[in-house]
């Protein structure tokens, strides 16, 4: 259940060194009815919406050990600017090896996963781009889990799980997609027993993803917190 994410599918040609680029653009905007009210309030902070610019790099040929994927996530609104650099090395599937994040001058964070001092799970990706890692998954409606990373102090198992298809119409037309919804589970924290889990479970937050049907299964919408609970709630999608 909690083996790493396979290596992503993406669409393109395949350069000279070996390596798979794909550039997809998304439209943010605010969650219109956000699940809890915290001071890091979306409506305020992406009250002019924002647009995200989402660029894959995947080298299929990459050995165990070499860096498979690379993922760069570029955020602006306003004087707002967002990026992280990721990349994954091939390890039986996709690990995480490092991570640079980015916040105009006021952040510039360097993590090392490979030769962090605590024992992370080999399925530990950063939260705010697990819906981008995870595309490689099965959608087969099977329940599977990995660790949502939010910082060293701070790492939660989160369970996943597809939805069947339907039709959704985003900015960039009308594409079939397959929903995926994450969510923790409080058992995992503390004994809670049936009865109050389920009082609870409406109360969790819900991570609400839907990937294109068809390969290379882009992100088509997701909908949830930009983040760990408690941060900014966000819809983005393909444009």
Not at 26 to 50: C, E, Q, V
Not at 117 to 146: K, N
Request: glycine share 8%; with cysteine.
């Amino acid at each position: 259940m909690d083996a790493p994410f396979a290596v992503p599918r993406v669409g393109g040609s395949v350069d000279a060194d070996g390596w798979v680029e794909e550039v997809t653009r998304y439209r943010l905007t605010p969650r219109p009815k956000p699940m809890f009210h915290t001071i890091l309030d979306a409506r305020r902070i992406f009250s002019d919406g924002a647009t995200a610019v989402v660029t894959t790099r995947v080298r299929e040929a990459a050995l165990e050990g070499e860096v498979v994927t690379t993922l760069d996530v570029r955020l602006e609104s306003g004087s707002l600017r967002f990026h992280d650099h990721f990349e994954g090395v091939r390890r039986g599937g996709m690990v995480g090896q490092t991570l640079h994040r980015t916040m105009g001058p006021a952040r510039d964070e360097r993590v090392d996963f490979a030769h962090s001092p605590y024992p992370f799970p080999p399925s530990t990706y950063p939260d705010v781009l697990i819906p981008f890692l995870m595309r490689g998954q099965p959608l087969d409606g099977e329940r599977r889990a990995l660790y949502s990373w939010t910082c060293d102090r701070f790492c939660a198992r989160v369970y996943y799980e597809s939805k069947g298809k339907t039709m959704l119409t985003v900015p960039a037309g009308r594409i079939e997609v397959a929903p995926v919804v994450m969510y923790p589970d409080l058992n995992d924290w503390v004994s809670l027993g049936s009865v109050l889990t389920r009082l609870a479970k409406p109360l969790l937050p819900r991570y609400e993803m839907w990937f294109e049907a068809a390969p290379p299964h882009r992100v088509v919408r997701y909908e949830g917190a930009f983040g760990p609970p408690g941060a900014p709630e966000v819809v983005l999608e393909l444009s």
